[in-house]
């Protein structure tokens, strides 16, 4: 294990350094917090510091999971991918909106979902062992779960419209405007599609990946921690900070994505990150000098 570096490495209040060193878990995000990729989510490049700061978690035994808001692969594809860029990480520790809204959908007794995606979208639905129906005819179905889906057609639309009038609820992955890449900024295809169903139905869109309580409490879950003692870093003010705050979790943020020091600057003091650092390099820092120890079985 690393040695503490420094107290003067890394600004940090000591009350919130004690808080940093009762978290028993990590959630973070994946595009602009622990690497870049391009408009596509292809040839990840690690962020600095995101190789050192997992490995390190992993040797002291504090469990984390990646939560991205992307679908257009499959958890398993996304930790296939953070490997190939050196970030290993189990297929279990990694989460999209199909994890949560699959671990959702079974909670409401839902059977049938109409999927608007990939096979991102739909393997962790399959997998959880829903009936995953395409945006196809005039089904009757529980639920519409929106995920990344460039291929949306007016048949689509169409499809959806009519599962909704038949009594289903719709759910969307995000409703994020963008992520991060390499390129800068990307349209995301989620809150495009539901705005679409929304003028056409008058539905109300419940967002299932983050900032919502639900993805954190799927993250938990997974996790076996505490809302209140997890510690969710992205890049993004408004997905990764809001969705901390909702769960009384600690919100850590970094400036390698979408995000820089004054995109934060704006925010009260009871909706902004507790920690603001350039990346996870700095955080790592952080986490030495609070000597992190993760949960015990007491503690669960």
């Known amino acids: 294990m690393s040695s503490p570096l420094p107290a003067a490495a890394v600004a940090c ?16 995000d994946m595009d602009g917090t622990l690497v870049l990729g391009d408009q596509n989510n292809h040839g990840f490049a690690p962020l600095p510091g995101a190789v050192a700061i997992i490995d390190w978690l992993r040797r002291c035994g504090v469990p984390f999971t990646v939560f991205t808001n992307g679908t257009t692969r499959s958890p398993s594809g996304y930790a296939g991918s953070l490997g190939q860029a050196g970030i290993q990480i189990d297929e279990a520790a990694m989460l999209t909106p199909a994890s949560s ?60 419209c009519h599962a ?7 759910y969307s992955a ?13 349209p995301g295809t989620s809150r495009a599609i539901a705005a679409m169903i929304r003028e056409m139905t008058g539905c109300r869109i419940h967002v299932i990946g983050k900032p919502s309580l639900d993805a954190l409490r799927c993250a938990g879950r997974r996790l076996g921690v505490p809302l209140k003692r997890l510690a969710v870093v992205g890049d993004d003010p408004s997905p990764e900070v809001p969705m901390a705050h909702r769960g009384r979790a600690l919100a850590i943020a970094v400036h ?29 820092e952080l986490c030495q000098r609070a000597g992190i120890r993760g949960a015990t079985s007491s503690d669960r």
């Open 174 to 186: 995000s409703q994020a405007l963008y992520f991060a890449t390499a390129g800068g900024k990307a």
């Open 164 to 170: 909704v009038w038949n009594g289903a609820r719709v």
């Open 101 to 160: 809204a699959a671990d959702l959908f079974l909670r409401l007794k839902f059977r049938r979902v109409m999927a608007l995606g990939g096979e991102g979208t739909c393997e962790p639905l399959r997998r959880a062992g829903l009936e995953v129906l395409p945006p196809v005819g005039k089904e009757k179905v529980d639920a519409v779960f929106i995920g990344w889906y460039r291929e949306f057609t007016m048949d689509g639309l169409e499809a959806a």
């Open 13 to 28: 209040p000591s009350d919130i350094l004690e808080r940093l060193a009762a978290v028993q878990g990590f959630v973070f």
């Open 256 to 284: 390698t994505g979408l995000g820089r020091p004054e995109s934060f600057d704006g925010l009260p003091a009871a909706r902004g990150p507790h920690i603001s650092v350039p990346s996870v390099a700095e955080l790592l």
